[in-house]
């Protein structure tokens, strides 16, 4: 099976990395994400559901929908965080954030779970450093107008009702969503991001996360 | 077509078009609320929640949604429009977008009704929810009070554009595929809002003066099929004036066929009720166009191009006066009287008027008066006829030029700020713009140099002549 594979680029400035991760990755994750599902004894299941929130960013002039949920949120904040921490304060940088959706595959003792992407989103960002207040008043618009063209690329992208992973079973349902959060229930997915120094050689996570996954063995 | 489908398929998939109809139009018309919306998740279901997403019934907007589809469905050749429009408390509307649930005939007959289709629709649903906050209305919506609001109207039928001005832009939320049809549901959007930016919604000083009479508890009347989207009443820090000056000053820069006149003199109207004149625009600026409150049986735009000065007699509420800018220099000056005005004009300085750029005038007044160009001092007397001929002052006649006018435009230098020093760029280049010319610089001031000097020449020749021998003893240490 294929990993379909969206880019996203984006350039802002140093405190608008955080907002402007969180209103594309949120609205990722608000098409990705169900109400959690109560299995009855037939073979059927309900679904809760699932309620939004109005975020007004701060450094940008912008608008975005999450998902109501505070666990998911200060997960996704987590990881953005991590992410800003490791682009640097204030300088020029470029880096990459990736959201991934996956399932899980079990595998027999002794090898680990096989984490089976089937959508990845990467967002490009580009850092930059602006030197007066009316630049910035600039940015702030320009930014919330490109965030808004974003959002348009990913609804374009969603409603094109490509492959979505099956309705698993009770059983199953461990290996396609993400039950640990008391109120929804996105896609099992995973974030990861690289980062690009000014020099242009790049520090990749990947190997940690190669030597995370075999640890958990 | 529908053979294909089962009665129980049928009677879901209509049930399903219709609640996801009247879902589609709770998002659209609260997110035009003005306010941020915020709904619970609920980790049991209850039933209730259409397409497993906690969307809020607006019993109002049901009631008018129901009614607009008369129990038909959006189908095939009958689409579900919801227009979003703005209206300003003088009356002024404007079309800003238009949502529409169409169906066209291409059908997914493999595709599972109960399941995929109602997901489907789920997913459409969220995908409303986030493109209703991107495109520009939502800015303005959330911006909306006692100076406009945010109109609505649902109808059914064939999808009306024409409102939205030249250079509309369409947004596709998303499609649906069904066995009986791909529903499509999109957004055309005006896109003349570029320059009516959000900031001309927010409370600046107006450059033009406007008049408000006053200030109506319910100015937006009889909006035919309009509904608000939600109209709160003012409760805001700042004066209601410059809020509704901003909007007259976007709707008339948008409805208006020439460019805004550039100043006026305008008054409050509690201040100077009868002094203030009624003056016609001029030729060469043509009338701001205001259409009169909308006609009761249709929703009708007022587009870009109307133009025309309505009398409202009710309120003379907003009007734009316009005088040329050098009137503002003269310290008095007689107010044009308009029409049907009984006062006779008098004879006022600038100093009565209670002008919003008072600053400026009484400033120029006061230069005027203690302005060495207009009257110089006076030319100190000569001590010496050396001195004299070396220092002479007196700057006689004004030989500087005069005064520029004054521009009554904010003056904004470019790459100031509005600081919060006394004096600030812009105020610092006003004074100083025209600084005196240097006495010595002067032709009148050489000229009279010249004839003083011709005149005390025999006098100097004759102290020379006396003190001769000086001369000659300095011209030998010389040597």
Redesign the interface.
């Known amino acids: 099976m294929n990993c379909r594979s969206e880019a996203l680029e984006v350039s802002v400035e140093g405190r608008q990395v955080d907002e402007a991760m969180l209103a594309l990755l949120h609205?990722i994750l608000?098409?990705r994400s169900?109400?959690?599902f109560?299995y009855k004894k037939e073979g059927t299941y309900?679904?809760?559901?699932?309620?939004?929130?109005?975020?007004?960013c701060d450094f940008i002039?912008f608008?975005?929908?999450r998902?109501?949920?505070d666990e998911l949120d200060r997960a996704i904040r987590k990881a953005v965080g991590e992410f800003k921490d490791a682009m640097g304060n204030g300088t020029d940088g470029m880096g990459q954030i990736s959201l991934e959706f996956y399932q899980k595959k079990k595998s027999r003792w002794p090898f680990s779970d096989e984490c089976i992407p089937w959508e990845v989103w990467s967002i490009k960002v580009n850092v930059v450093n602006l030197a007066n207040e009316q630049e910035r008043q600039i940015c702030r618009e320009k930014v919330g107008e490109k965030l808004?063209e974003k959002?348009?690329n990913?609804?374009?992208v969603?409603?094109r009702?490509e492959y979505l992973p099956k309705?698993p079973t009770q059983s199953e349902v461990d290996n396609v969503f993400d039950t640990s959060l008391?109120?929804?229930q996105p896609y099992l997915y995973k974030i990861n991001f690289q980062i690009t120094d000014t020099l242009g050689t790049s520090v990749s996570t990947t190997m940690r996360r190669l030597i995370k996954d075999t640890l958990a063995l | 077509m529908d053979s294909d489908l089962s009665p129980q398929d049928k009677k879901d998939l209509d049930k399903f078009i219709k609640f996801f109809a009247l879902k589609t139009v709770q998002v659209i018309v609260q997110a035009r609320l003005g306010e941020?919306?915020?709904?619970?998740?609920?980790?049991?279901?209850?039933g209730s929640?259409w397409f497993?997403?906690?969307i809020k019934d607006i019993p109002e907007v049901t009631h008018e949604a129901k009614k607009a589809l008369s129990g038909q469905l959006p189908g095939i050749g009958r689409s579900m429009c919801v227009e979003i429009s703005l209206k300003t408390s003088e009356g002024d509307s404007m079309e800003l977008e238009t949502w529409c649930l169409e169906m066209n005939e291409k059908c997914d007959k493999d595709i599972k009704v109960s399941?995929t289709v109602y997901n489907?629709l789920s997913?459409?649903l969220?995908?409303l929810?986030?493109?209703t906050?991107?495109t520009p209305a939502?800015?303005l919506s959330?911006k909306q009070g006692h100076d406009y609001v945010i109109l609505y109207r649902i109808y059914f039928g064939e999808v009306q554009l024409t409102g939205l001005g030249e250079g509309f832009q369409t947004?596709?939320?998303?499609?649906?595929g069904t066995p009986i049809g791909t529903i499509t549901l999109s957004c055309a959007y005006r896109t003349n809002l570029a320059f009516m930016s959000?900031r001309q919604f927010e409370r600046t000083a107006p450059i033009m003066g406007i008049i408000i009479d006053h200030f109506v508890e319910r100015p937006f009347g009889n909006m035919g099929h309009m509904h608000p989207c939600n109209y709160r009443a003012p409760g805001e820090d700042e004066g209601a004036y410059n809020g509704v000056e901003d909007s007259q000053e976007v709707c008339t820069t948008s409805f208006s066929t020439s460019p805004p006149s550039q100043m006026g003199i305008p008054g409050k109207e509690g201040g100077v009720p009868q002094q203030v004149p009624v003056q016609p625009c001029h030729g060469a600026q043509a009338e701001h166009g205001r259409v009169s409150s909308c006609p009761p049986a249709d929703h009708v735009p007022a587009t870009p191009s109307s133009s025309g000065e309505d009398a409202e007699t009710s309120s003379r509420s907003v009007e734009v006066k316009s005088v040329s800018p050098c009137d503002v220099l003269e310290t008095t000056f007689t107010r044009k009287v308009g029409a049907f005005v009984n006062k006779p004009g008098t004879q006022v300085t600038t100093a009565s008027l209670d002008l919003p750029f008072a600053a400026f005038a009484p400033r120029a007044y006061d230069l005027e008066e203690n302005d060495p160009m207009v009257q110089p001092p006076e030319s100190p007397a000569t001590s010496s006829p050396l001195q004299g001929s070396l220092h002479s002052q007196g700057s006689g006649e004004s030989g500087g030029p005069a005064q520029d006018d004054f521009v009554m435009v904010d003056f904004k230098p470019a790459f100031s700020k509005d600081d919060l020093l006394p004096m600030d760029l812009g105020t610092f280049y006003r004074e100083f713009q025209n600084p005196p010319q240097l006495a010595s610089l002067t032709i009148d001031v050489s000229s009279q140099s010249m004839a003083e000097d011709l005149d005390s020449l025999p006098e100097k020749l004759a102290v020379y002549e006396k003190n001769i021998d000086e001369f000659d003893a300095f011209v030998d240490t010389l040597q």
């Open positions: 609205t608000l098409h169900t109400g959690k109560h309900s679904i809760g559901t699932v309620g939004t929130q109005d975020i007004d002039d608008s975005f929908v998902v109501s949920s808004g959002v348009i990913i609804v374009e969603i409603n009702h309705m008391k109120d929804v | 941020k919306v915020c709904t619970r998740s609920l980790s049991s279901p209850t929640d497993n997403l906690a399941y489907r997913l459409l969220k995908s929810l986030a493109i906050r991107v939502y800015k959330r947004v596709r939320v998303g499609v649906v959000t």
